[in-house]
Nanobody, 124 residues
Framework: QVQLVESGGGLVQAGGSLRLSCTASGRTFSNYAMGWFRQAPGKEREFVAAISWSGGFTGYADSVKGRFTISRDGAKSTTYLQMNSLKPEDTAVYYC?????????????????WGQGSQVTVSS
């Protein structure tokens, strides 16, 4: 399995921006599709965004479409989640996940490896 380490979370006011990073190690990063999920207190983990191994295909939850952008940098073995126009309802622990293979999925069970999570708090 690939090891994943997230960074970039924090506290931001509504309307602000944050960029999360997820750096992979232990396996060939380019072989993995990557996803971002989040979990708010008292709620189930939900899909946020995902990107195929090539970076050619991306998918987003309706709640973040147009505000969040997922990307990847093979040279740095890192996946990013750029979050703009943040809202208080975006407050959650954000997790990155990896799946060995080409395509991505919105199903959390599809992913083989998970990061430890990064807290994002958006104040109103």
């Amino acid at each position: 399995q690939v090891q994943l380490v997230e960074s970039g979370g924090g506290l931001v006011q509504a309307g602000g921006s944050l960029r999360l990073s997820c750096t992979a190690s232990g396996r060939t990063f380019s072989n993995y599709a990557m996803g971002w999920f989040r979990q708010a207190p008292g709620k189930e983990r939900e899909f946020v965004a995902a990107i195929s191994w090539s970076g050619g295909f991306t998918g987003y939850a309706d709640s973040v479409k147009g505000r969040f952008t997922i990307s990847r940098d093979g040279a740095k073995s890192t996946t990013y989640l750029q979050m703009n126009s943040l809202k208080p309802e975006d407050t959650a622990v954000y997790y990155c996940a990896a799946h060995a293979g080409g395509g991505y999925s919105q199903d959390a069970n599809y992913y083989d490896s998970w990061g430890q999570g990064s807290q994002v708090t958006v104040s109103s």
